[in-house]
């Protein structure tokens, strides 16, 4: 069975054009997938569709199917799916709904009817996960952006949902509480946690995942293997904004005849790198 | 107080309201209010809500003279004016010892509101904070641009227009969001626990006995000597 996949689905909000067209897309089971593309392109949409929020709770036309765990979102409701798919939104900061960071992760658990006696003690560990801990008692008004950002994904994380939607959520951390929250992020994936998350930073991401999707005006232009699509999307120039320099640079080296591993992370370009411009080096000392 | 279950609070606003309406007699409801003062010293919260307080009383005094100058007896004014201030203090008392999350959680557990109802309360206290926040944003951004909002009254208030328009359409879209991440997290889906414990403890049997017991001490006062 697929986490996801998406069935030439398409979409138009109420009062807007097809903003999804023909979507035809899988994610596996345990997968780590990371969603590019230009402003504008669906992303956020896909990620409701994702979560059944799109339709159910906006309205508007829809083709196809979407089937998360196995069950069509059509046929169920955002509460059911709840169970199996958090969605940590691009709007985090309407997201949160409590007065206190402690009863704003509680308020999941709630919801699914857990335990009271339970409760304190799943809370604490989440905040811990997400570097709150310790603000127990704080009121949701007073944090900043970045602990806001972090609250909501705890708010998400607590209830340990099979699938993990998260759109661009490192927009307000600042750049070590990105890399934490990646790692925190490859960490839950390799328990075996779904993760699904837009970002435009794919270095960031690059170490973790293992699908990337390049969503362009409601379509998909390319997904992938990261590197395979990275090196599509650098060839046919399709959002280039985004490639990292180093895979740039990379492929610009390929085309002269080297050849390199995968370069999930900079020290594994540092490395083979500088092999390479030590044997470069040997040679022209030996010419 | 603060160890009391919320709905021992709920019933204690309840029960003064009405202690409020059966008195009669001006040292009556003065000492009501003397009480009322008491207890939140006792709690250690005055020095909180003194300044609340302090604004209520002024407020009932000019009550007071209102009636009294429409023709009503000096007393029946002043006595109007105690039972407003008995009323209002009371709900400080609730509002100063008791988190809204165990409000909330009382009124839905143990009262049967419906939860929508309830949550919409405390959602709604959550805006109060953030529409705080967003109006100083929206005023820094119009501010950047040029807009200075300074001059007489007539300026003063369109500039205060210049600011709704924005506001609420933020308002607007927020709570859409939020409404959105209720239905998101599972809310209203199947049965619902509480994290805050609000059941009742043996203190809490006794003081609703005891609010009991001066209920009907009250009214038998009322009926048997008029007080
Ligand atoms: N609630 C809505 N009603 C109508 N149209 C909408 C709504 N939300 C989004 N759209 C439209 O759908 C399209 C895709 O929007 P979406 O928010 O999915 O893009 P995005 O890729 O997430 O962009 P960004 O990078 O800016 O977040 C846009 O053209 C937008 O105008
Ligand atoms: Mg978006």
New interface residues.
């Given amino acids: 069975m697929k986490a996801i996949s998406f069935e030439n689905f398409s979409y138009a909000y109420p009062k807007s054009g097809v903003v999804l067209e023909k979507l035809c897309f899988e994610v596996e089971q345990g997968s780590f997938t990371a969603i590019v593309g230009p402003s504008g392109a669906g992303k956020t949409t896909f990620c409701l569709a994702a979560?059944g929020?799109v339709p159910h709770?906006f309205g508007g036309r829809t083709g196809g199917t979407v089937v998360v765990q196995g069950i069509q979102t059509m046929d169920s409701?955002?509460?059911?799916l709840?169970?199996d798919v958090?969605?940590v939104?691009e709007?985090y900061?309407?997201?949160?709904?409590?007065?206190?960071v402690?009863?704003e992760v509680?308020?999941?658990?709630?919801?699914?009817?857990?335990?009271?006696k339970l409760?304190?003690q799943m809370?604490r560990e989440t905040l811990q996960l997400v570097g709150l801990s310790g603000r127990e008692q704080c009121?949701?008004?007073?944090l900043s952006g970045g602990q806001k950002q972090r609250l909501a994904l705890a708010?998400?994380l607590v209830?340990k949902p099979d699938i993990l939607i998260l759109d661009e959520p490192a927009s307000a951390l600042d750049p070590a509480g990105t890399e934490e929250l990646y790692s925190l992020l490859g960490k839950l994936n390799e328990q075996g946690m779904t993760i699904l998350v837009v970002e435009h930073d794919i270095a960031q991401v690059l170490p973790y995942i293992d699908q990337l999707v390049l969503l362009m005006e409601g379509r998909i232009a390319v997904a992938g293997q990261p590197e395979a699509a990275l090196r599509k999307m650098s060839e046919e120039s399709l959002f280039q904004e985004v490639i990292p320099p180093l895979q740039e640079l990379r492929f610009l080296l390929e085309k002269h005849g080297c050849r390199f591993g995968a370069w999930r992370c900079e020290a594994d370009a540092v490395r083979e790198l500088s092999a390479v411009l030590q044997e470069a080096g040997e040679v022209s000392r030996s010419a | 107080m603060k160890q009391l279950a919320p709905l021992t609070k709920l019933v204690f606003t309840v029960a003064v309201s009405i202690w409020a309406m059966l008195l009669t007699s001006l040292p009556g409801l003065g000492l009501l209010a003397v009480a009322q003062v008491v207890t939140l010293a006792v709690c250690g919260l005055l020095g909180r809500t003194y300044k609340g307080i302090l604004s209520l009383t002024g407020f009932a005094v000019v009550l007071i003279l209102v009636q009294y100058a429409l023709g009503s007896e000096l007393e029946a004014a002043i006595a109007g004016g105690l039972r407003m201030i008995d009323m209002a203090t009371v709900f400080v008392i609730l509002l100063a010892t008791t988190k809204m999350q165990s409000l909330t959680t009382a009124l839905v557990s143990q009262c049967r509101v419906p939860q929508e109802y309830a949550f919409m309360f405390t959602t709604a206290l959550r805006f109060i904070p953030d529409f705080l926040a967003e109006s100083k944003a929206v005023r820094e951004a119009q501010a950047c641009r040029g807009y200075t909002g300074k001059g007489g009254i007539v300026r003063r208030f369109t500039s205060y227009l210049a600011l709704v328009g924005p506001l609420v359409l933020r308002a607007v879209s927020r709570s859409e969001t939020m409404a959105l991440s209720l239905e998101l997290r599972g809310f209203g889906a199947g049965r619902r626990s509480f994290s805050t414990d609000v059941g009742l403890k043996f203190r809490d049997y006794c003081t609703l006995l005891g609010m009991i017991a001066l209920t009907a001490g009250f009214t038998a006062g009322r009926i048997v000597y008029g007080w």
């Fill in positions: 979560a929020v709770y409701t955002m509460g059911e709840a169970k958090a969605l939104l709007d900061e309407s997201q949160l709904v409590a007065m206190t402690e009863d509680a308020f999941g658990l709630e919801n699914a009817g857990v335990d009271r409760i304190p809370v009121e949701v008004g007073g708010g998400a209830t």
